[in-house]
Structure formats: C-alpha cells, structure tokens
C-alpha cells in the first residue's frame, strides 16, 4: 500500500490505498498473514528486497507484528538516501521476500513497480485506410512515468531513450530500430518502420501498448501480502 504517511514512513499509521506503482521516495506499507506464527511462538520475519534483475536482495528490514497472531507489517521508504552509503533503489519490477526465522525459504512473495515506465505507440493512418506491401510506416507516441495516486494511475511524459520492436502475431520480432530514440520532455516521440520483405507479408495494424504483466508458501505457512498484482499494462522501460 502507499501509505497516507509520507513523511514519517512508521509502522503506526493505518491509512493508504492499494498501488502498484511507486517513485523513488514513496513510503510502502504491506500488511501480511503468515500461518503458524502465533505470539505465544516469539519468532520474527524479515523482508528482502531484489530488484528487476534479480540475485542478491539489495535492502532487508524487519517485519513488525499488528495485533493478533500471524499478523505482519512492513514498512519501508524507498528514498534515494536509504541504506548504507546512500542506496538508490533500482528502477522497474521489484520482488519482496518475507522469511520466517530458522527457515530458508521464503514463506511468500510479493511484487511492485518503482519509477516504471510505459509507453503509447500507434501508427499513423495512412490517406488510403491501410497500408499496402512496401509501405513505410510512421509511428507516433509518448513515454511517461507511472505513479499511483488515490483516483488511479497517473502518467507523466518524460524524457528517455528507448527503441521501438515490430512482432507478429506469433511473437517473432519483426524489426528493431537500430538507434535508440529519445523522447522530448514531454514525452512524445516519432519514428518510422522502414519498408521491409518480412513485414511486408502483413498488412500493418495500429499497436498501441502500455505495457507490465509470487508468491510461494512453504506448508504450513500461508502468507497473503497486500502489495496489488501487476497491471495487465505494464511498463516499457524504468528509469
């Protein structure tokens, strides 16, 4: 959840919505279950952070308990100052793991994006209505960071570099742009899809895309994180 408390970022406040989508300074609550941790039992759970690449968790913390048994909160800033030395949280798809002492494995998952990135991208209609075999095709859009607030999921046009893939139906990437494109502050950019053999077998349609797309319990344990599932848009590029 992105907490209501911004400033202090404590394991008091109750406040927040449900968010997928995060940028560098937000404070991040997620309340938990994890089965057979009674407080009769006197364990403890940690949380650890990875980033989109994966491997070694590059931020651990210590989950507190709420009221009644099995019941856990994590509370986390994700500013830029955090950490030893300043850590910088990396940009994209980040995993939480919570572990229960004196296990190894994660009694359970979850997932949030952090100054993620989507894009909208669709062809220009061509005077004729389609485009024939050998047509280039011009292509516009706009690039901008997604961040959820209380009404939805606000996007903000920035500028970034990227480039733009053509696939078939099937899947089979098509083309590539062979130098990145850079977007203008506000976002937008255009580019054009050469005429080529390959794509020409297809008649060319208008894409659009904003595009992202774990959990595991260890028996007995059931956990059941409050971090909301990714969006069936998911992110192009972080920064």
Aim: aromatic fraction near 6%.
């Amino acid at each position: 959840m992105k907490t209501a408390d911004q400033v202090l970022c404590n394991t008091l406040y109750t406040g927040g919505f449900l968010a997928t989508y995060y940028t560098r300074g937000d404070c991040v609550r997620v309340d938990f279950a994890i089965t057979d941790t009674p407080v009769s039992e006197a364990e403890t759970v940690t949380a650890s952070f990875v980033g989109p690449d994966g491997g070694a968790p590059f931020k651990t913390v210590n989950a507190a308990r709420r009221s009644g048994d099995n019941n856990w909160r994590v509370v986390v800033d994700t500013d830029t100052t955090t950490g030893a030395g300043g850590l910088t949280w990396p940009a994209g798809k980040l995993s939480m793991e919570v572990v229960v002492s004196g296990d190894t494995a994660p009694a359970g998952t979850g997932e949030f994006f952090l100054n993620a990135l989507g894009a909208d991208i669709g062809a220009t209609a061509p005077v004729s209505g389609s485009y024939a075999p050998g047509d280039a095709i011009p292509v516009t859009g706009n690039l901008h960071q997604l961040n959820d607030i209380a009404g939805g999921t606000q996007s903000t046009g920035v500028a970034a570099t990227f480039k733009v893939r053509v696939k078939d139906p099937t899947g089979t990437i098509l083309y590539t742009t062979p130098s990145p494109i850079t977007a203008a502050s506000n976002g937008n950019f255009s580019a054009t899809i050469p005429a080529q053999r390959r794509l020409a077998s297809r008649q060319a349609q208008r894409p659009t895309s904003r595009s992202p797309s774990s959990s595991r319990s260890s028996a007995p344990r059931t956990p059941m994180p409050s971090v909301a599932p990714g969006r069936a848009s998911s992110p192009a590029p972080a920064r």
